[in-house]
Structures are given as structure tokens and as C-alpha cells.
């Protein structure tokens, strides 16, 4: 069992909808919790960055981590097509040296 | 968020030859970088985590001597490929992080497309 599971989809929506990404995990000792994406061809791009449980909003986009399910998600609401990209989930702790272990990407196609 | 520049892009390079990919953290002093390498639809393989003015700490299969990792100063770390081989060909993606003040989070780079003709 890897330590972070995330569905690489692909995730297909229509322009609009709320799309709704999510990661497992099984290392209890995570604290640290982000959210990339990531475009073609491109480095990715810090979204979201939590600390511990509970929910945080920036604009359209919503994380939620809950510690006790080791289970984090990311809302987005009025999904554009130029949301289309891979979502990366990432988690650290201090005894890993804050190194982040990544999800393998969900990827993200919104259609017209 | 921050601000992390690798350089360059994009690079196609003779086989055998060595190449430099340069990282740096434009606007805040990064304590720790790390060095991915992403094949294609897969998610980051970590190849190496470095602090500066401390040698790199390489994972488990990455070889030392072919990618040579320096991080000499709080903003600027470089991967260097040497003896480029076709199979090396892939993306390679850096990330900073701040120390103290600065928080857990890391920034990423915008990539290297490495070709090894």
C-alpha cells in the first residue's frame, strides 16, 4: 500500500459543475497537507496548504482534511476549462523532515 | 506564493555530453531544495533532497555521480546530468522551501525538459 492513494481519473465535467478531488493516506503522523496543480509540461503550483484538520477556502477552491478518516479533499466550485490540469495531493510531517509525499495526480478535464 | 526559477526550459543535448540545470528561490532564502524527475502522466519521483552548504541526500536507486546536486548558496541550486544517456531523457522539476518564518510549504520550479539525442 502506498502511503498516499489518489485516483489518477481520468475526471471529465461539464464547465460549471463542482468537482470534488480526494486523497487517502495512511501515515497518521501527516500534519501538513497541500494541494498542486499542474499543467502540461509545467512545474506545479501550490493551491492549497493546511495545517491538521479541519476546512480552508480561497476562492473557488475549498480543502478539507480529516485526520481521523486520513482523508483529504479539494472542492472546486464553478469549474472553468481552464481548471483542466493534473491535481496533485501532498502531505508532510516533522519527523519526515517536512519532506512532501505526493499523490500520483488526479487529472482534471473540464468541457465547454 | 514564492517565486522559484529553473533554468532552462527546455534542453536537447548530445549523448554522453553533461548539462546544468540551474533552481533558484527569487524572493526568499530557501534552506532546503529538492530535485524530482516526472515521467510522463506519473507523479514525482524524488531524486534528491539538498541543504545549503550540506551535501545533497540522494534517494534510494538515484545515482550520486550522474546527477550531481550543489545547493551553495540560500537561493540557487543545480542539477548536474553527466554523461547524458537517452534514458535520462525526461522532466526534471525543482522546489524550495523557507526556513524558520517561512513555513512548511514547497514551491516548485517550472520545469526542465531534458532530450538526450
Known amino acids: 500500500q502506498k502511503e498516499v492513494e489518489q485516483d489518477p481519473g481520468p475526471l471529465s465535467v461539464p464547465e460549471g459543475a463542482i468537482v470534488s478531488l480526494n486523497c487517502t493516506y495512511s501515515n497518521s503522523a501527516f500534519q501538513y497537507f497541500m494541494w498542486y496543480r499542474q499543467y502540461s509540461r509545467k512545474g506545479p503550483e501550490l493551491l492549497m496548504y493546511?495545517?491538521?484538520?479541519g476546512n480552508k477556502e480561497d476562492g473557488r477552491f475549498t480543502a478539507q482534511v480529516d485526520k481521523s478518516s486520513k482523508y483529504i479533499s479539494l472542492f472546486i466550485r464553478d469549474s472553468q476549462p481552464s481548471d483542466s490540469a493534473t491535481y496533485l495531493c501532498a502531505m508532510s510531517y516533522p519527523g519526515g523532515s517536512y519532506i512532501p509525499t505526493f499523490g500520483r495526480g488526479t487529472s482534471l478535464i473540464v468541457h465547454p | 506564493g514564492a517565486v522559484v526559477s529553473q533554468h532552462p526550459s527546455w534542453v536537447i543535448c548530445k549523448s554522453g555530453t553533461s548539462v546544468k540545470i540551474e533552481c533558484r528561490s527569487l524572493d526568499f532564502q530557501a534552506t532546503t531544495m529538492f530535485w524530482y524527475r516526472q515521467f510522463p502522466k506519473q507523479s514525482l519521483m524524488l531524486m534528491a533532497t539538498s541543504n545549503e552548504g550540506s551535501k545533497a541526500t540522494y534517494e534510494q536507486g538515484v545515482e550520486k555521480d550522474k546527477f550531481l546536486i550543489n545547493h551553495a548558496s540560500l537561493t540557487l541550486s543545480t542539477l548536474t546530468v553527466t554523461s547524458a544517456h537517452p534514458e535520462d531523457s525526461s522532466f526534471y522539476i525543482c522546489?524550495?522551501?523557507?526556513?524558520?518564518?517561512?513555513?512548511?510549504?514547497?514551491?516548485f520550479g517550472q520545469g526542465t525538459r531534458l532530450t538526450v539525442v
Open positions: 522546489s524550495a522551501r523557507g526556513g524558520v518564518g517561512r513555513g512548511t510549504e514547497a514551491f
Open positions: 493546511t495545517y491538521s484538520s
